[in-house]
Each structure stands twice: as structure tokens, then as C-alpha cells.
């Protein structure tokens, strides 16, 4: 490890070591505290690190600002509130953005003042997206947007939406979706949150009724939509993987603590026949993870554009997470049946695993299937012939 | 850690690849490959430098991955993966090594790693080849397996049990009191051979014993697990590209077989093995040159999955070309075939994820919920 790259390790370690740990429970609440530690990150230089200075961010190599990710999920800090402004839509600003549009929204995505969110899917529009129906209509230098949205992460603290609408008409369906930036204040703007397989209520659905949205609000040029989204995509798959790996493996960590604690048949855990391969079979995929995103960010680090290897670190990290899940629920074996989110600290273990087990399905769904992953890599990297 | 190949890296792999397509057979051809060829392959490695192993103008594990991962991906057989394995494994203690030792490794010459007996793994704990003290000096006793080039090497490092320890000792392959036996390979294009120690002599320059010899017995295991797994990954690239060349050509039902989606899938998980396996041989070889403190594990997850991934990137190559690479003259067996012995040397999946999982277990009753980051 070079010498800066340890002294910003241990500025982060040194900052983190005196912050106060815990959230509400309540949704609300919490939302609060974590605006609040996202503002706290971005005053100590830990949120947009290599964003430019003139739009608030530190101006420094990106891989510094991975660095620091790194650190934080590694100290099992939360993750930052705004994450859908910094790492989809603002990055897309930043790139597509007009001079006006990116002074007027980079800061506030910093430091949280600003949440924002993606619409994106629709109902009948998944992982076929370019098929999507909302629709924005240009008329006296507005448009007027209707439609709706999907899979909306924290829509209901947003008060941005990065919206992808059809404003072609005749265009090709790739060709005829622009990028609208929508103020989720504006009158038409319904916002239904839904409950996951988890519990909590982390996605809304989107309804836009007649939704005004000033014609300065559109990012890039009118069809330009698609490219930006796939260019958010892209960059979302192949930079947020290197924190991410570094959470899979506290989470190994803490499953490995669990079962040095814990018996069965008056066995510890950790001495079940088979536990500790399954253990290290996790183990592999996460740093394995790590290794081909380092291989393949290094290359983006160095000038070159996130590719469609971006695709093989997304399957890499989905099989990562749903293994380190799945051997978790298999290997607690039956106490998960009976997890409780009693104040009982085993028990707390236990509901943790339960949740992470299910919020790692999701993890081959979004931001693009297991499936269109590999066809993208089909496509793009092996050049195969089309279906 | 920037795990990016470097000019000069890419300039050794294509000088080799060069040479190799000029000088080795095709993959059909391998099996008919004669002395003479391999020979002249071996003698062409060794201008480019191959056995030049450590210091400051030699190679690493880094370049000498490289370099097996093209070996593989040709089905060359030449004695480079216990030549360079043992080189690499002594090279940091080469100041102090024993007159014998140092020489010989500073030497061209190919050597052997005697390190498998029957019917026991690949750990060097409890070798049942034992050197034994005399009054005309140490001999080696005992029984080897699996020893591979044993034919074409000049030396062999043998692991052997000395005064209650282990010993790393280099011996001349070829002895009046060393009965050497080819054996049958699953992969028959690689020379393998048992031998027999009845009592060979070994100087006491030429033996490495104590502390030292644990520690470079270590590294032996984790260098050619490494150089194992670099093969591995060039074998399995290969197949793989083959597998999606044909993809695209053969037809099936009025359309190419690479269009439909059942084998795009197959094909882009294939890819996804290859590419992800290589990362992990590249960190492991970065931090095995670096020292770094996790390095046995980073070679332990690169020798573990790419064991089982190029075994898995070769079962797909088959499943696309379909019956046809059930034929003894297709080369899809025999890019299996290698893989299958580069996946069991110096230890197989399972073996490197009992260590990991021992590792992982021991670290969790010391220090409970402890975060490690890169």
C-alpha cells in the first residue's frame, strides 16, 4: 500500500472512530440521521471526493473516493442516503449536464440536502426498458409528462426524480427517450411506497399526472435518454462494487463471529461438519469480487471508459452476496426459524441474517438481471451472433 | 493493488505466444508432439529468460504466470512449472542458501518437484521420505509419485522428513540408487513418473533443513499453486475462445448456435469464469511478489477457484461443440485433460478451501466481528 493511499485510510479510520453509532428505527427518522451523516461526510471530504471543486466535491482521483467507501464499509458505517444522486444521477450531471443544471443540483446531492431518485422501470417496461410508455410532450417550451414508474429507491424522500420518458414519438424506441429531470414538488407527482420482501418500505411507485417540467430540466439532448442511462448504468456496476465487496466481507466476518459463539447438539458451530468449507466457498466469491474489480476498475481508473466488463463484475458480486446469504441461513441452520427482532442480541443477529438473505435476492435483479447482464456480455464482449 | 499487465508484461506474453505458435504443435497435434519439439520449446524458454528468477533484473511470479498462462493456453509440455516453482520459492533466501542449492538454482537447468508420495496429499507436513544421517553422510529414503517431467529434468527438489523436521534437498534426477517408473497421466501429453530414493546421497550443501526449510517449503506449495492455476487459466481461455468461434459458425435449425440464448448464457458465465479467475491469479501473483501479508490466502482463493472454474469453462466448451469434442481427435479433451492435473496439483479446490476455512475459523474464535480491508 503507498504512503497517501495509508495516510487517507487512517484519516478516515480516525474520523470514523469518534462517530456516533446507531439509527432510529423509525423510517423517518432515520432518513433524518442519515441525511445528517451524509452532510457530516461531505464537510470531512468523504462524499463526491473526486467530484470537481467548483460543484462542491473535492476534486481529487476517483480512486481516493473508493478508498474512503471502503473504509466506511468497512467500519460498518450506514450508506450514504443520497446514493442514487451520487452514484446514477449525478455522475450523468456531471457528463450530460448544462452549466446551469449541474451548479443548481451537484451541490445539494452532496451533502444530502437534495435527495434524488431514478424512474426508470415501469410496470411493463423491466429489464426490456427501452419498451417504456411514460411519456413527455413538449408544448410552449415545457413538457408535459404522464406516466408511470417503478422500483423507485426512496422515492418518497426524493425531491428529485431522474425520469427517462418517451418524447419521440416516431423515433425507434432507443432513440425516442429523453432524460427529465422532475421536481418530485411539482403538482401531478403521486408517490405510493411499497413494501419488500424485507419489510420495510424502501421502493415507491411513481405516478405522473400532467406533470409540468420546464424545458431546462432536460438532460442531455431530446433522445438522448438511453445513452445516458446506460452510461449510469455502467458506471454504477463498475465503480460501487469495490465498497460493496468490502461489506460482503464484513458481513463473512461477522458470520464467522456468530458461529464461533453458537452451538448445535452441543457441537460450536464453526466445528459442524462441512462449515467451514461452506465458509470459504463464501469467502472466494467475495475475494474474488474484489480481485476482477480491481483488474477491471483499474483499467477505468487509468482513463479508460467503464465497459461492458462492467457486466462480469455485476454477476460476480450478485453470486457473491447470494452465496454469503445463503450459507449464513444454512449454516445458523435452526435458529433463523425462529428469528425474532426481540431486544435479545442473538436474536438481532438473527433478524439481520433473515433480511440480508432476502434483500440479497434482489441482488441479480437490479440494475439490470443476471440475464441482460449476460446478454451484454454476449453481445459486447464475445460479439456472438444476435438472437 | 494495480493489477494491470504492464508493456513489458505484455511484451514477454506475446514473445512467448510468438514463439510458441512457431515452435510448439497445434492443440490436435499435441499428443504426437516428439522429444525434439518439446526439447527445442524448453531451450527457446530458457533465452527468453524463464528460469531467470528473482532479484532485480529477474522474473516474478507476476511475469512467470504469464508466461504458464500461455504454456497452457498451447498445451506446451515442458518442465516449467517445478523449474520455476522452486526457483521462485527459494529466490528470496537466495543470499543464504547452502553452496548446492544456490547453485543449482542460479543454473538452466530443468528441475522436478518430488514432493507427492502414494497414497498422501499435497502438504509437506509428515513426509514419509525421510534423509537420513550415516557415517558417509545423508541419504534419501523413500518413495515419490506424480513427479511431473521427471524424464527431462536434471534435478529434482525433494520434500524429505530430516531429524524430526522437514528438508528441502536438490538431488541429480538421475541415480544409480534412484529407480525412476513413468507413470499413465490423465493428461498423457505430460511426462509423469514415480521414483523410488534407495538410499541417494546428499550433500550437506545441497539440503536446506530447520526453520528455513518450513518456510521454503511453504512457498514451494503456494508458487506452484500459483503457476498450476496461471496454466489452468490459459488452457481455459483457449477452449473457451474455440468454443465461441465455433458458436458462431455451426448451424443449427436454420441459424448460427451462438445466437440462441441457451448458449450465449452458457458462453457469457464461461466468460465470466475465465476473466474472474485470472483477476485472482494476477492479485495472488502481486502479492506473493509483494510479501504481502495475504498472500498464502490470496493463492489458496486463486488455486481453489480457478481449480474448480476452468474445469467448469472446459465443461461448457464441450457442451457447445456438442458430440463432436467426444471424439478422440477433437483438442476439447485435451484442454480438459490438462486442466483436470493443473487443478489437482499442489493441492485441488477442496483442499485450499479446508485451509481457508481452518484460517477463517481460528481468526474468528481469536477476535470475534474483526473488519479486514485491502
Not at chain 1, 431514478?118 to 410552449?140: H, I, V
Not at chain 1, 438473527?350 to 440475464?371: K, N
Not at chain 2, 483477476?279 to 488455486?303: H, I, L, N, T
Not at chain 2, 480457478?306 to 465443461?315: D, L, N, Q, W, Y
Request: negative net charge; aromatic residues 6%.
Amino acid at each position: 500500500m503507498d504512503q497517501p493511499e495509508h495516510r487517507l485510510r487512517e484519516e478516515v479510520r480516525a474520523f470514523l472512530a469518534d462517530s456516533p453509532a446507531g439509527l432510529p428505527r423509525s423510517l423517518d427518522a432515520r432518513i433524518e440521521a442519515l441525511r445528517g451523516w451524509q452532510a457530516r461526510c461531505h464537510r470531512a471530504g468523504y462524499v463526491g471526493r473526486a467530484w470537481p471543486r467548483e460543484f462542491g466535491g473535492g476534486g481529487r482521483p476517483p480512486v481516493e473516493q473508493i478508498i474512503v467507501d471502503q473504509e466506511l464499509a468497512a467500519a460498518g458505517a450506514p450508506e450514504f442516503v443520497n446514493v442514487v444522486g451520487l452514484d446514477v444521477l449525478g455522475p450523468s450531471l456531471l457528463r450530460f449536464g448544462t452549466e446551469e443544471q449541474r451548479q443548481r443540483h451537484l451541490p445539494p446531492i452532496l451533502d444530502a440536502s437534495e435527495i434524488w431518485c431514478q424512474g426508470f422501470s415501469e410496470p411493463d417496461a423491466g429489464s426490456d426498458l427501452a419498451s417504456l410508455r411514460t411519456s413527455a410532450t413538449e408544448r410552449d417550451g415545457r413538457f408535459v409528462l404522464s406516466g408511470q414508474k417503478t422500483w423507485v429507491s426512496w422515492g418518497q424522500f426524493a425531491r428529485w426524480c431522474g425520469v427517462l420518458a418517451r418524447t419521440e414519438k416516431a423515433a425507434p424506441p432507443h432513440r425516442g427517450i429523453s432524460m427529465l429531470i422532475v421536481d418530485m414538488q411539482s403538482p401531478g407527482v403521486d408517490v405510493r411506497p411499497m413494501t419488500q420482501i424485507t419489510g420495510h418500505a424502501e421502493f415507491c411507485e411513481l405516478f405522473f399526472d400532467e406533470v409540468v417540467v420546464p424545458e431546462q430540466n432536460l438532460l442531455g439532448a431530446r433522445g438522448d435518454g438511453w445513452k445516458i442511462a446506460m452510461y449510469t448504468l455502467g458506471h454504477e456496476r463498475g465503480t460501487a462494487a469495490l465498497p460493496r465487496q468490502v461489506k460482503l466481507r464484513t458481513w463473512l466476518d461477522r458470520l464467522a463471529a456468530t458461529m464461533a459463539r453458537r452451538e448445535l447438539d452441543g457441537r460450536g458451530l464453526l466445528d459442524q461438519p462441512g462449515a467451514q468449507v461452506a465458509l470459504a466457498q463464501a469467502m472466494i466469491g467475495i475475494e474474488v469480487l474484489r480481485y476482477h474489480a480491481e483488474r477491471t476498475v483499474g483499467e477505468f481508473l487509468s482513463g479508460g471508459a467503464v465497459g461492458p466488463d462492467s457486466s462480469s463484475v455485476k454477476l460476480l458480486m450478485a453470486e457473491a452476496e447470494q452465496r454469503l446469504a445463503a450459507t449464513a441461513v444454512e449454516v445458523l441452520g435452526p435458529a433463523m426459524e425462529h428469528a425474532s427482532a426481540d431486544a435479545d442480541d442473538e436474536d438481532d443477529e438473527d433478524a439481520f441474517w433473515e433480511e440480508t438473505y432476502l434483500y440479497s435476492r434482489a441482488a441479480s435483479v437490479y440494475g439490470g438481471t443476471r440475464q441482460i447482464q449476460r446478454n451484454i456480455i454476449a453481445d459486447r464482449v464475445l460479439a456472438l451472433p444476435r438472437e | 493493488m494495480d493489477l494491470r499487465v504492464t508493456d513489458e508484461q505484455s511484451w514477454l506474453s506475446e514473445s512467448v505466444d510468438t514463439m510458441l505458435t512457431r515452435e510448439w504443435v497445434t492443440p490436435q497435434e499435441v499428443a504426437g508432439a516428439t522429444p525434439g519439439q518439446r526439447h527445442r520449446v524448453w531451450e527457446e524458454l530458457i533465452a527468453f529468460g524463464a528460469v531467470d528468477i528473482g532479484g532485480t533484473d529477474g522474473l516474478g511470479a507476476a511475469e512467470l504466470c504469464l508466461i504458464a498462462r500461455a504454456l497452457g493456453s498451447h498445451l506446451a509440455s515442458v518442465p516449467f512449472l517445478g523449474s520455476a516453482a522452486v526457483r521462485l520459492a527459494l529466490a528470496p533466501d537466495a543470499g543464504s542458501l547452502p553452496p548446492g542449492l544456490a547453485s543449482v538454482l542460479s543454473g538452466k537447468e530443468a528441475i522436478g518437484v518430488a514432493l507427492l508420495e502414494p497414497g498422501r496429499g499435497w502438504t509437506a507436513e509428515g513426509a514419509t521420505t525421510s534423509v537420513a544421517r550415516g557415517p558417509d553422510g545423508l541419504r534419501i529414503h523413500g518413495a515419490k509419485v506424480a513427479v511431473e517431467q521427471l524424464q527431462a529434468v536434471e534435478h529434482l527438489a525433494v520434500i524429505a522428513s530430516l531429524d524430526g523436521g522437514l528438508s528441502l534437498a536438490v538431488v541429480p534426477a538421475r541415480h544409480a540408487a534412484l529407480a525412476t517408473r513413468a507413470q499413465s497421466c490423465f493428461d498423457d501429453t505430460v511426462l509423469m513418473g514415480s521414483a523410488r530414493f534407495q538410499g541417494v546421497p546428499v550433500p550437506a550443501s545441497s539440503i536446506l533443513g530447520g526453520p528455513g526449510a518450513r518456510q521454503a517449503a511453504d512457498r514451494l506449495l503456494a508458487a506452484g499453486a500459483l503457476l498450476a492455476a496461471a496454466e489452468a487459466t490459459g488452457a481455459a481461455d483457449r477452449v473457451f475462445a474455440l468454443a465461441c468461434d465455433y458458436a458462431a459458425q455451426r448451424r443449427q435449425f436454420g441459424r448460427p448456435v451462438g445466437s440462441f440464448q441457451a448458449l450465449r448464457h452458457l458462453l457469457a458465465d464461461a466468460y465470466v469464469r475465465a476473466q474472474s479467475g485470472w483477476s485472482a491469479v494476477r492479485y495472488a501473483a502481486a502479492a506473493f511478489d509483494e510479501g504481502a501479508p495475504d498472500a498464502a490466502q490470496a493463492v489458496s482463493v486463486a488455486k481453489a477457484y480457478v481449480s474448480r472454474g476452468a474445469r467448469e469453462v472446459a465443461h461448457t466448451g464441450m457442451q457447445v461443440f456438442g458430440g463432436i469434442a467426444f471424439t478422440a481427435e477433437h483438442p476439447a479433451h485435451r484442454f480438459l485433460r490438462r486442466i483436470g492435473i493443473r487443478a489437482q496439483q499442489f493441492g485441488d479446490a477442496a483442499y485450499h478451501e479446508r485451509l481457508l476455512g481452518q484460517a477463517l475459523a481460528d481468526r474468528a474464535r481469536q477476535v470475534p466481528a474483526k473488519a479486514s480491508v485491502a
